[in-house]
C-alpha cells in the first residue's frame, strides 16, 4: 500500500526522498505498462488501471495565450525599423582628420601634409539597410571609391586615402547616396 501511494505522489517523493528514490520510482514506472489495453472490437471501452499501478493522469488542458499577448507582440515589432520602404538618408556631418578613435575623429584640419592618411568621417541619419560611396577626388580626378554599409537609424562611417607626396594640392570626398546622388561635398588641401 505504501508504494502505490508514492507512485501516486511522485512530486512527494522527489522532495522528500531525494534523486535515487525518484529515479528508482521512475525505473518501476518505465518496466510496466500502467494501463491495460481496451478490449478488441469495443471502441467506447476505456483504459482500465493495471493492478498495483494508479490511472493515467487526465491530459492537460490545451494553454489560451494571456490577453496581453497580442498587444504585447504589436508593441514589440512597433519599435524594429523597417526594411521594406528606405528612409531619407542625410549627412548630419563630413569632416577629415588624421585618424578615428572610438568613433571620434583625431586631428581635425582642413589642410594636411603630404606623405600620411587622411580619414573622412560621415554621421548618417535614416535610411538604415542602404549604403553610402565616399568618392575621393584629388585636382577634380576621381581617384578612388570607397562603399559603406548604413547600419542604423544614426551612423557614424568612415574611409581614409593615404596622400603621397606627388598629391599636393586640392581634394575633396563626394558622399553619394544608393541611386548615385550627391548628398554632401567637403574639402580638404594637401601641402
Not at 119 to 141: I, K, M
Amino acid at each position: 500500500m505504501k508504494r502505490l501511494a508514492l507512485a501516486a505522489l511522485p512530486l512527494l517523493v522527489l522532495a522528500f526522498e531525494g534523486p535515487a528514490k525518484a529515479s528508482t520510482l521512475a525505473a518501476d514506472r518505465a518496466g510496466g505498462a500502467s494501463e491495460a489495453p481496451p478490449v478488441r472490437g469495443d471502441a467506447s471501452a476505456s483504459p482500465q488501471p493495471v493492478a498495483g499501478r494508479s490511472p493515467a493522469p487526465p491530459p492537460l488542458a490545451p494553454v489560451r495565450p494571456h490577453p496581453a499577448g497580442p498587444a504585447l507582440a504589436a508593441a514589440s515589432t512597433a519599435s524594429v525599423p523597417s526594411t521594406q520602404t528606405p528612409t531619407s538618408l542625410a549627412v548630419a556631418e563630413a569632416a577629415f582628420g588624421t585618424g578615428v578613435e572610438q568613433r571620434a575623429l583625431l586631428g581635425q584640419a582642413e589642410a594636411f601634409q603630404a606623405g600620411g592618411r587622411v580619414y573622412c568621417l560621415t554621421r548618417l541619419t535614416g535610411g538604415p539597410g542602404q549604403s553610402v560611396v565616399h568618392a575621393w577626388f584629388h585636382d577634380g580626378q576621381k581617384v578612388n571609391e570607397v562603399k559603406l554599409a548604413v547600419d542604423y537609424p544614426t551612423t557614424t562611417t568612415w574611409s581614409y586615402k593615404t596622400v603621397g607626396a606627388s598629391e599636393k594640392g586640392a581634394w575633396r570626398v563626394d558622399v553619394l547616396g544608393a541611386d548615385g546622388a550627391v548628398l554632401k561635398t567637403a574639402g580638404f588641401t594637401v601641402q
